[in-house]
T-cell receptor, first 112, second 114 residues
Framework: DGGITQSPKYLFRKEGQNVTLSCEQN?????MYWYRQDPGQGLRLIYY???????QKGDIAEGYSVSREKKESFPLTVTSAQKNPTAFYLC???????????FGPGTRLTVL | GENVEQHPSTLSVQEGDSAVIKCTYS??????FPWYKQELGKGPQLIID?????GEKKDQRIAVTLNKTAKHFSLHITETQPEDSAVYFC?????????????FGKGTTLSVSS
């Protein structure tokens, strides 16, 4: 079964804690993306990676960090510097720019 | 940078009617325009896409039209069914990020009543 998976589905964090969201794909895609979705808003780009060991900031990168050590994995860390981290986080992958992005099922992060 | 506006934010139709959602974009260098459907609590799924060298594309009950001059594109759903109820997002490729990333509209909540 090819696809993109995210874990966990729900995540709760105390203020001041860092937390890492997992994203894995077995589609052999070069490009991977992280988006944040808030109620009534579109998807906003946090970070993207076009190739292993390389990544670029999106529109709302402050308070987030990523790594791309393997082609199939693109974890996102939400740091304590992110002032309003409660949101639905979506990971996506594609064969490259200008092509269909396949989305994972999302992780809902709640800060208590 | 690229900006995408989407209208309307909510749309209610009767089963069997047609639904139209419209988007405008700001950067004429954008060349890829996908539409996604998102059901509650799930990730978005691509339903149709169009490239800038094409004016219209159809897939069964769904069609997308693109007007490059006016910089707008529209999603048309005919013979709507209750299972079409979802949030629909348009997007445009962002030329400022090597065309790799997508800029999304804020979404349209479509409700189809039977």
């Amino acid at each position: 079964d090819g696809g993109i998976t995210q874990s966990p589905k729900y995540l709760f964090r105390k203020e001041g804690q860092n937390v890492t969201l997992s994203c894995e794909q077995n589609l052999n895609h070069d490009a991977m993306y992280w988006y944040r979705q808030d109620p009534g808003q579109g998807l906003r780009l946090i970070y993207y990676s076009q190739i292993v060991n390389d990544f670029q900031k999106g529109d709302i990168a402050e308070g987030y960090s990523v790594s791309r050590e393997k082609k199939e994995s693109f974890p996102l860390t939400v740091t304590s510097a992110q002032k309003n981290p409660t949101a639905f986080y979506l990971c996506a992958s594609s064969i490259g720019g200008g092509h269909e992005q396949f989305f994972g099922p999302g992780t809902r992060l709640t800060v208590l | 940078g690229e900006n995408v506006e989407q209208h309307p934010s909510t749309l209610s139709v009767q089963e069997g009617d047609s639904a139209v959602i419209k988007c405008t974009y700001s950067d004429s260098a954008s060349n890829y325009f996908p539409w996604y459907k998102q059901e509650l609590g799930k990730g978005p799924q691509l339903i149709i896409d169009i490239r800038s060298n094409v004016g219209e594309k159809k897939d069964q009950r769904i069609a997308v039209t693109l007007n490059k001059t006016a910089k707008h594109f529209s999603l048309h759903i005919t013979e709507t069914q209750p299972e079409d109820s979802a949030v629909y997002f348009c997007a445009a490729s962002d030329p400022n990020q090597a065309g790799t990333a997508l800029i999304f509209g804020k979404g349209t909540t479509l409700s189809v009543s039977s």
